[in-house]
Structure formats: C-alpha cells, structure tokens
C-alpha cells in the first residue's frame, strides 16, 4: 500500500550509554566516558535534521505527525537534565508530536536522579520501562545489574509521585542461579506492585555476550553453569503467563502483558508495520514509498535500514546506511512472522486485500502444515500461535521465509 497522508511515525532513539555492562548482553551498548554523551546527541539531532531531505530523495514516505517514541538503550536516563531537554526540544522543532502521545523511556532502577526525573516529566514522557530483570538481589547482581529490590520498589513510588504511572518492568526468565521458586517470587513481585505493563523474556544468550563466551569456553566468572536448563526456563515461562493472566495482565504478544488499555502503542507499531524512524547506534528504520513516487502505479514497497553499531563510525565518519527496497513479497512474509508474534494473530482476509489470493494462498500451505504439528490454530480467517507455537516461535516464523533473495533490492545511497 501507498504510504497514506494521515498515517503517524514512530521514532525510536537509541541511546547506547550504560553504567556497567549485563553479563547476557549483545546490544550495541556500553560503558563509555560521559564527554561522549553531548557529542552523540549532537549526532542524533543532525541526523535527525538530515531525514527529510534524504527520504525526499529516496521517494520513502516521512509523516510529519508523531504519536509514539522511544528512548532505549543502553540506559537513556543517565543523559543530563540539559541533554535530555536539548533532544526533545529537536524532536518538537523537526515533528510535531500528537498532544496524546506515547514518549517511553528505558532506566535502569537506581540510576534516575531527581534533576532527571524532573527533566524527563518536562519533556513529556509518559511511560518508563524498567529493566528490573529479577526481584531477587543476589541474581540482579550476578547478571550485572547494579539494583536491589528495594531500589525498584522506591524508584516506582518516585515515577508514580512524579505524575509518570504507565510503568513497565522487565523480567528475564533462565538468569544464571535462578530457580522455579525464585523465579515466581520475581513475577509475584511485579504483581504486588500493581505493574499495569510486564515484558517477560525468555533468556536467549548470545554467543558474543560475556555470559555466552564463558559458556562455550567453560568458565565459571559470570556463573555460567548455574543457567537453568531449557525445559525450566520454559516452566518458568508459562507459569508467568499463567500468574499474570489471573493478576489481570493479559497476554497480548508473546513477551507482552497488559492491563486494558495499557498495550506498548510503540512496540505494536513494529508487528503491525506501522512507519518508523530509527534514530542513533544500531538503530532501525522502515518506511513506505511516498505516494510521489516514479514507481507509485506499481505494488508498493518498502524501505528498511540500520545504523551502524560502532559507535566510533556513528561519531565520526557520518554515512547513510546500506538501504534495503522490500517488495510486496518480502512485506507479506513479514506481515505473517510479526503479525503471528501478537495473541489476536493474523487476519486472512486482511492480507488478500493487501497482497492479493496467490501470494496468501501459497502461506495457507504453510498454516495448514503447522496447525497439524500443533503450532497453530485456524478458523478460516484468524491464524494465531497456539501455546507450544509460542515456545518454538523462531521455528515458526522460519516457515514463512523463502530462501529467495532475488526481489530484495538495494537502493542508492
């Protein structure tokens, strides 16, 4: 479809900086002196300023209304007072923000002063996302967070004072040393707090992160050997599931929970494939071809990319990144393995409209296939994961891939 004159953006900043590094992490983060911080803002803005124009060239669609934003990271709130100003300030001058938007921002417990805190409600944000992890001291410190469940428990009054209550708190299920009843302390924990918004992650661990190395080399610094083995961590899972369901946070994509009317309006952006501008390290991008484009007559596309995640060359040398047209081929795999990530699943006769019957005919196969191995259910016109789906997600979604590369094409820097 043609990118519509109404439709809204999303912006995502990534701000990289962090106080010490999580022993599972593989993001593009770290722990980088605080000169840094000004310059790489100065960064985002400019970059910021620069999209227009190169979206204009480009034929990619940018809306000029905004209605949802994200700090991540890294840790966003350890940005000044005067930087956290500086960057919502270059927002409002290059968009306009919608009176109701959703202005989320990732902190670490422990690590928002009150000069933050202060500049944070200033600028308008209205939801803060905590990265708690574990309620258990002992495992929050073994994976490198630097937080007791005290600290959470008194930053949450804190938010709440400061008229921020859209609260999310996330939770990792498989932290070395954890167990099954340590685990459901943690998701207990969250509910006595009256959490009106919950991630729960399964541990999945990286290769390239500390922990991951450790477990392949056989060492035991970052506790690797205490890992909960796979069928725990998915006992975990469940039972969460389970606990917050009668806690009343409803499931509503596969590590999404939410009282009503309190759903990630930015995250759904992303399994809905609603535009969005990525802004900073590591950050992602995807908007639709402009309706002024030479090739509007013909199926829409779309346009994807990703910054760099070194950070020295995001600093230094600015460059475009490698962008990536997606045909309607590629935008209807995607439309199944995002749209299968959320509970309510995927609308058939949605995507006929906007693909046509041969190209969904072909993922009929494909639904018909995992509803008899138990992966999904399917009533002619809703496919959604079923509960063993949403544990093998990955294998799932792999089924909606073709192994063709050819109608993915690069676009000109």
Same mark, same amino acid.
Request: aromatic share 6%; glycine share 8%; hydrophobic share 40%.
């Given at each position: 479809?043609?990118?519509?004159?109404?439709?809204?953006?999303?912006?995502?900043?990534?701000?990289?900086?962090?106080?010490?590094?999580?022993?599972?992490?593989?993001?593009?983060?770290?722990?980088?002196?605080?000169?840094?911080?000004?310059?790489?803002?100065?960064?985002?803005?400019?970059?910021?300023?620069?999209?227009?124009?190169?979206?204009?060239?480009?034929?990619?669609?940018?809306?000029?209304? %905004?209605?949802?934003?994200?700090?991540?990271?890294?840790?966003?709130?350890?940005?000044?007072?005067?930087?956290?100003?500086?960057?919502?300030?270059?927002?409002?001058?290059?968009?306009?923000?919608?009176?109701?938007?959703?202005?989320?921002?990732?902190?670490?417990?422990?690590?928002?002063?009150?000069?933050?805190?202060?500049?944070?409600?200033?600028?308008?944000?209205?939801?803060?996302?905590?990265?708690?992890?574990?309620?258990?001291?002992?495992?929050?410190?073994?994976?490198?967070?630097?937080?007791?469940?005290?600290?959470?428990?008194?930053?949450?009054?804190?938010?709440?004072?400061?008229?921020?209550?859209?609260?999310?708190?996330?939770?990792?299920?498989?932290?070395?040393?954890?167990?099954?009843?340590?685990?459901?302390?943690?998701?207990?924990?969250?509910?006595?707090?009256?959490?009106?918004?919950?991630?729960?992650?399964?541990?999945?661990?990286?290769?390239?992160?500390?922990?991951?190395?450790?477990?392949?080399?056989?060492?035991?610094r970052y506790h690797a050997g205490l890992v909960p083995s796979d069928d725990t961590i998915a006992r975990m899972y469940e039972s969460a599931i389970d606990s917050l369901a009668v806690a009343g946070l409803a499931q509503y994509e596969i590590s999404n929970f939410a009282r009503p009317g309190c759903k990630s309006r930015h995250n759904l952006r992303y399994w809905q494939r609603?535009?969005?501008?990525?802004?900073?390290?590591?950050?992602?991008?995807?908007?639709?071809?402009? %309706?002024?484009?030479?090739?509007?007559?013909?199926?829409?596309?779309?346009?994807?990319?990703?910054?760099?995640?070194?950070?020295?060359?995001?600093?230094?040398?600015?460059?475009?990144?490698?962008?990536?047209?997606?045909?309607?081929?590629?935008?209807?795999?995607?439309?199944?393995?995002?749209?299968?990530?959320?509970?309510?699943?995927?609308?058939?006769?949605?995507?006929?409209?906007?693909?046509?019957?041969?190209?969904?005919?072909?993922?009929?196969?494909?639904?018909?296939?995992?509803?008899?191995?138990?992966?999904?259910?399917?009533?002619?016109?809703?496919?959604?994961?079923?509960?063993?789906?949403?544990?093998?997600?990955?294998?799932?979604?792999?089924?909606?891939?073709?192994?063709?590369?050819?109608?993915?094409?690069?676009?000109?820097?």
């Open positions: 479809m043609a990118a519509s004159a109404s439709e809204q953006l999303g912006i995502y900043v990534s701000i990289p900086f962090c106080r010490s590094k999580c022993t599972y992490c593989n993001f593009a983060s770290g722990v980088y002196p605080a000169g840094e911080h000004a310059r790489y803002i100065q960064r985002l803005i400019d970059e910021m300023r620069g999209a227009r124009q190169w979206s204009e060239n480009l034929h990619a669609d940018l809306p000029a209304r %905004v209605d949802t934003i994200y700090l991540g990271g890294g840790t966003p709130s350890l940005l000044e007072p005067d930087l956290i100003a500086k960057l919502f300030a270059a927002i409002h001058g290059e968009f306009t923000v919608e009176s109701d938007a959703e202005i989320t921002v990732e902190c670490a417990p422990g690590q928002i002063s009150d000069t933050t805190l202060a500049a944070l409600a200033k600028a308008g944000v209205t939801r803060i996302s905590l990265g708690v992890q574990s309620f258990i001291d002992r495992e929050a410190q073994q994976s490198g967070r630097l937080h007791s469940r005290a600290v959470v428990l008194e930053d949450l009054k804190r938010l709440r004072s400061a008229g921020i209550t859209n609260l999310n708190i996330d939770l990792i299920a498989g932290l070395a040393g954890q167990t099954f009843a340590s685990w459901q302390e943690s998701v207990a924990t969250l509910v006595e707090a009256n959490i009106p918004h919950a991630s729960i992650y399964m541990l999945e661990v990286d290769d390239e992160s500390r922990l991951g190395r450790e477990l392949l080399a056989g060492g035991a609603r535009p969005y501008l990525g802004l900073g390290l590591d950050a992602s991008s995807m908007l639709r071809e402009s %309706v002024e484009s030479p090739n509007s007559a013909s199926p829409a596309h779309v346009l994807r990319f990703t910054n760099t995640d070194d950070l020295k060359a995001y600093l230094e040398v600015p460059q475009p990144p490698e962008m990536a047209w997606l045909s309607p081929a590629r935008q209807h795999e995607e439309a199944w393995f995002l749209g299968l990530r959320l509970n309510g699943g995927v609308s058939v006769s949605a995507l006929r409209q906007e693909f046509g019957n041969q190209m969904v005919a072909r993922a009929l196969e494909v639904v018909g296939l995992l509803t008899d191995r138990g992966m999904l259910t399917f009533d002619g016109e809703t496919a959604q994961l079923t509960a063993q789906g949403r544990m093998l997600s990955n294998e799932v979604f792999q089924e909606f891939l073709e192994s063709a590369t050819s109608d993915l094409t690069v676009a000109a820097h």
